[in-house]
């Protein structure tokens, strides 16, 4: 009958997404290493003051760190163990909800506080005087906490072990999914109220950005008598960063939708990637928002070179590293306006876009 071929069928797709589990959970452990890494390194550059970078700056980079490393320090370590220790399961289970509602959480923080970022990048470049007036500390604390507080919120009946909406745990990606199409419109508005809010105005404000940086860039290059060229910052740093949100958030989102829609879920590697790819942003944002600003990379040599004299100094004379006085003599002198805490600064230093575009 036509039930059993179906059920044959369906079993012979799950022995073979368990065949390749091995394969996806070494691509998982690597891709947590990295995030983690890469984001112990960033909270030990921006704990204290950083060159250019304000108070506020950093807090809301203190909060997308926190948001990227519970992509590795929680979200994977969770579904793997999911992973060990049940199968494929199509009926309620409260703990993949749980499972379910972490993972949802920490993806709309993570997009959240982008959005957020952008926008204090926004008011950085736009209104440089009245930036400590507009973007108080209180003010960009709340943002902080309604970036954190509000998807749980939101996301707080996938958690609920009830009829509102099945979460059943996926051996093709490994994590514990939403059935979306058991609820098409609570899932729709999850992606009305979270991803696309987040993409119109990160993009709104990083292009508006960017278009202010262009035109600096060939005003200066008309009156600049020396003719020698300069460097595109803006392009170097607000393009990547947008590039790496659409590449990473948009197949997923385009994924749930898929789903809530046609109640089918796509091909199994399809769906494992589609899945996993917003975690790798948690890594790209270490690269784009910290690692291509030269003051953060300045700090981030001075620990190193702290911590090698510390841990080893032969090899720190071996590779030629200063001094503990010699770093904090210059240390100093990098970090002289930090005593400024309220200057308008912006989160890549993006008062420089204008001025150097």
Known sequence: SSDQINGSVHIRMLSLELAHRSIKVCVIVALGVMITLGNIAVLLVISSSVTGWSRNSRHLLLSLTAADSAFGLLVMPLNLWVSLVKGYNEGPDALCHVVAFCNATIYSTCMYTLATISLERYVAVFYPLKYCAILTRKRTLLLIAFSWCFPPFLLLPISLPTDIIQVHFSTASLVCNPSYSTNVLYSLSLTSLIFFPCSIIMTYCNLRVWCAAKRQRLKLRQYDCARRSRPNVASRVLVPVMAAYYTCWTPCMAAMIYN??????????????????????????????????????????????KLTLALCPKLAHIFGCYSTSQIQFMSNIFDNNNSVHGRSASVSSTTTLLSLA
């Open 260 to 305: 809530a829609l046609s109640g089918r879920s796509v091909p199994e590697w399809a769906e494992f990637v589609v899945v996993w790819l917003p975690t790798s942003n948690g890594f790209l944002n270490c690269i784009f928002y910290f690692w291509i600003n030269q003051s953060f990379r300045r700090k981030f040599y001075h620990i190193l070179q």
